[in-house]
């Protein structure tokens, strides 16, 4: 299992990005893509979770309304739109994948430590 991700850079606030997670050695049919983020000096943020198998999502508070998340199952590649983009989006950005469709996170914790493979990071910067 391999993962990339990509599409990071500066942006003004504002402004919009789209990160890409290209995925590889698995099919795509029963997994949750997950999006995590780590600010300078901070814990790792669970920030979106994309389940493969019925599109659905979800998505923290800290972003919800301004982030969206798609898929391309022939490209095994989910996107990450984020729109409105504040400072405080800054961060290194990851795409992880476990298996099956994502957790309630309306009930559990959002927790790296329950994904199993991870991508490199790609760094989002917003400047004021």
């Known amino acids: 299992v391999q993962l990339q991700a990509s599409g990071g850079g500066l942006v003004q606030a504002g402004g919009s990005l789209r990160l890409s997670c290209a995925a590889s050695?698995?099919?795509?049919?029963?997994?949750?893509i997950g999006w995590f983020r780590q600010a300078p000096g901070k814990e790792r943020e669970g920030v979106s979770c994309f389940s493969t198998s019925d599109g659905s999502t979800y998505f923290a508070d800290s972003v919800k309304g301004r982030f969206t998340i798609s898929s391309d199952n022939a490209k095994n590649t989910v996107y990450l739109q984020m729109n409105s983009l504040k400072p405080e989006d800054t961060a290194v950005y990851y795409c992880a994948v476990e298996a099956g469709p994502c957790r309630d996170y309306e009930y559990d914790e959002f927790e790296a430590d329950d994904y199993d493979y991870w991508g490199q990071g790609t760094l989002v910067t917003v400047s004021s």
């Open positions: 050695g698995f099919t795509f049919d029963d997994w949750a």
